[in-house]
């Protein structure tokens, strides 16, 4: 039954202090964040999901950005607060916030922790002063081993992001760097390589010269590092750039990986969902005064809402599955996509990625190895029907 499906649980706040350079998310920077009207329109879209999908339980909310931490704390609680009445949450519900180290933000952890986050995720991105200017971040490295060790015991659960493979790094640098991060680390940390995405104000930079990231040869040394370091301090690599002690993976982003029900609330929000006339994706306005006039008019923002069909279920389900370290179970993927395995890929690359080691596949279940994972950008794409 659908009300028997768990549902993970979106909620996107836009507004940051500054547009990172390197962010190509649904991100917007204003003099005065409509806080009020914001924190209406977020309830209004969470009151339209629920009266369509029922009772269903919820094994995680997560509030991502954009800047989450900018958030006024009392919105924050009045969310969770709808969500408990208008689901079931799990009672293990992991309930995460993303924030920003820099000491205003930092500040509302408290409130937010009792508001009822229990996991925060940090956004520190490096502990070099000259790597954070050059990312463009409005905090220092000192605030940010204070924001993560005021995290640590404030939830009970926290994360944070680091960015390696910038510009002149060493892999020399980049260990003395990670070393220093996971002697902070309690559980994960979710290890990003620097990519130029287009549209963002690196893209334009590196397109005129003005930096070079490192080859293909040094990046895979960083990614080799970034495991051998991670594994001395007990995280394992479960997502192509996610490290996590065991059963300390971020079980809202393991939802989206194993292709779960998920809603997404807020201005630019996508979902995925299990609705009695069938599995749809929607689409929220991207921008915030749209999305909000939306809301006020009609009760949500939606701009799309399409059936998936069966192929290009099986196609989403394989990108995002793959890039776990447990890869897929044959016979969950063909119950949720209506497709079997074999159906979806291309088997003379299949058997080319097996041959080669970038592919497993054993006791029902088909995963990439860590060389894989390393090459799935330039795999999935042949690999995929």
Known sequence: MIRDLALALYIHWPYCLAKCPYCDFNSHVAAVLPQGRMRAALRAELEFEAARLGPRRVTSVFFGGGTPSLMAPETVAALIGDAARLFTLAPDVEITLEANPTSIEAGRFAAYAQA?????????????????????????AEQ??????????????????????????TQTAWRAELREALG??????????????????????HARGAFTLPDEELAAQLYDATHEEAA??????YEVSNYARPGSESRHNLAYWRYLDYAGIGPGAHGRLTLPHGFVATTRHRAPEAWMDLVEKQGHGTTLEEPIGPQDRAREALIMGLRLAEGIDETRFQARTSVNLDDALEPAMLATALAEG???????????????????????PALVR
């Open 116 to 140: 009822g986050v229990n996991r925060v995720s940090i956004g520190v991105q490096s502990l070099r002063e000259d790597d954070l200017r050059f990312l463009g971040r409005q905090h220092s």
């Open 184 to 205: 902070l680390a309690a559980d994960h940390l979710s290890l990003y390589q620097l990519t130029i995405e287009e549209g963002t104000k690196f893209f334009t930079l």
């Open 358 to 380: 970038l592919l497993r596949r054993e006791k029902g279940r088909l995963s990439a190895t860590k060389q894989g994972r390393h090459r799935l950008d330039a795999l999935l």
């Open 144 to 169: 940010a081993i204070k924001a993560i060790e005021l995290g640590a015991k404030l939830f009970p659960r926290h994360a944070f992001d680091l960015i390696y493979a910038r510009p002149h790094q």
């Open 232 to 237: 001395k301090f007990g995280l394992a690599p």
